[in-house]
């Protein structure tokens, strides 16, 4: 079903099976009114009757002009999503005999991405006969979480998924 339909209300005539309803908004006295009276005054004003909460009892009406209503409610929700904060994940993979060389090289990384504000998903892939070392990757991942105290809070502690054993990282709130 498309999510536009959904999202429409119902105007004027479409409010169907419904005596009475509350009127709400701007130069309009909030209470009960019967159906007809309500459009008659939509009508006299030449705004249009908006169903806004049909479960209520008896259902919610504004009177509004539709067109503007629409425009204002899209323009509030664009605005909402210009606001909200897209997490980035990166990732950092790592073997289970990781020297330290190639460790600094990903701490350095870590922390990199941390500092700009993603997270870090670092993992150990275990190849073919390697998931023997299993211990060896959890205390390698465990030493970087450590290494990361002072920017990162762990998400998750490290768990085996199939040949992967991850951990999640969140940079910390930086303090004013």
């Known amino acids: 079903m498309n999510a536009k339909k959904e999202e429409k209300h119902r105007i004027n005539h479409d409010i169907r099976g419904v005596r009475e309803v509350r009127l709400v908004g701007d130069n309009i006295e909030s209470k009960v009114y019967s159906f007809d009276e309500a459009m008659r005054i939509a009508e006299s004003m030449g705004m249009d009757l908006v169903e806004i909460s049909p479960n209520a009892e008896p259902p919610v009406c504004r009177i509004v002009d539709y067109q503007k209503f629409l425009y204002q409610q899209k323009k509030r929700e664009k605005e909402l999503k210009a606001k909200s904060v897209k997490m980035v994940v990166k990732e950092i993979r790592f073997g289970p005999q990781t020297d330290d060389h190639d460790y600094n090289f990903k701490l350095k990384h870590a922390e990199g991405f941390l500092k700009e504000g993603c997270k870090v998903k670092a993992y150990v892939f275990f190849k073919g006969r390697s998931i023997l070392f299993k211990e060896q990757g959890e ?21 085996l998924e199939g040949k992967r054993m991850i951990i999640m990282l969140s940079p910390k709130a930086k303090k004013k």
């Open 139 to 159: 205390v390698l991942l465990l030493r970087f979480a450590n290494d990361l105290e002072e920017l990162a809070k762990v998400d998750s502690m490290p768990t």
